[in-house]
């Protein structure tokens, strides 16, 4: 796991994966802001509705304020993860080569279905963190909660994407719920951290792809070394 991190944080700060994540931040971005631009209204008028019990006027618009950033980041946070998913499939081929040559890259991800499972797990992801907000808020639990949470959005098209490349049985799970699991919180710290967040998602497929194949790589010796001793 420590070998698999290293090297995908090396990977993530290269001038390759930089250009790529400038890219998709930006498309992001835009996007964004045309989202909260038709439909922020609607939003903040749901959300002054739920703030409504509160009997404080300044409380009610100081939660009205927070929530609306909240809301607006996490929307971002869907439509970068969903864009990754879209456009990550070339990047991933140039790592592959880069690291392993000798691997095959056996198909490439249907983006009908790529779609459709980023979209699915953003709006799981979406309906959890609104279900349990007050979560977020109480301390290191918060914190933990959060980065689960965060997983929910990166991890499934994580796995469908890189699974199309490089493995041709689709009934083979190439790293367990828990692993997975794992391998996606720990990209989603980036989230906690200003401008920075825009690296999450693409280092989630990069952690993912050496994690995986470090895997494969492992269980070939394996099977080479039974081999010859039978």
């Known amino acids: 796991m420590q070998q698999s991190i290293i090297k995908s944080f090396k990977d993530l700060i290269s001038r390759m994966v930089l250009g790529y994540v400038a890219k998709i931040a930006l498309l992001s971005l835009v996007l964004s802001g045309v989202v909260v631009w038709l439909f922020g209204g609607i939003i903040s008028s749901v959300v002054s509705s739920c ?29 970068h993860a969903i864009l990754t998913s879209v456009m990550i499939e070339p990047l991933l081929v140039k790592l592959i080569k880069k690291h ?23 709006l799981i992801f979406l309906g959890v963190f609104l279900a349990t907000l007050p979560i977020s808020f109480v301390p290191l ?14 991890k499934e098209p994580t796995i469908y994407d890189i ?41 989630a497929y990069i952690l993912f792809l050496h994690f995986v194949a470090n895997k ?3 269980e070939m010796l394996k099977n080479n070394t039974l081999l010859s001793r039978s």
């Open 216 to 218: 494969q790589k492992i």
């Open 51 to 79: 703030l409504s019990f509160i009997p404080w006027e300044w409380l009610q618009q100081s939660g009205l304020t927070i929530l609306n950033v909240l809301i607006s980041y996490m929307i971002f946070i869907s439509i």
């Open 141 to 154: 639990v918060g914190a933990v909660w959060m980065l689960w949470v965060w997983s929910l959005l990166i």
């Open 163 to 203: 699974h199309s490349l490089i493995s041709s049985d689709t009934h083979k799970k190439l790293l367990t719920s828990k692993q997975s699991t794992i391998i996606a919180m720990i990209a989603s710290g980036f989230n906690y951290i200003p401008v920075l967040n825009i690296l999450s998602t693409v280092y």
């Open 100 to 122: 392993y040559p000798a691997m095959s890259i056996v198909g490439s991800p249907d983006i009908r279905k790529s779609i459709i499972i980023s979209i699915k797990a953003a």
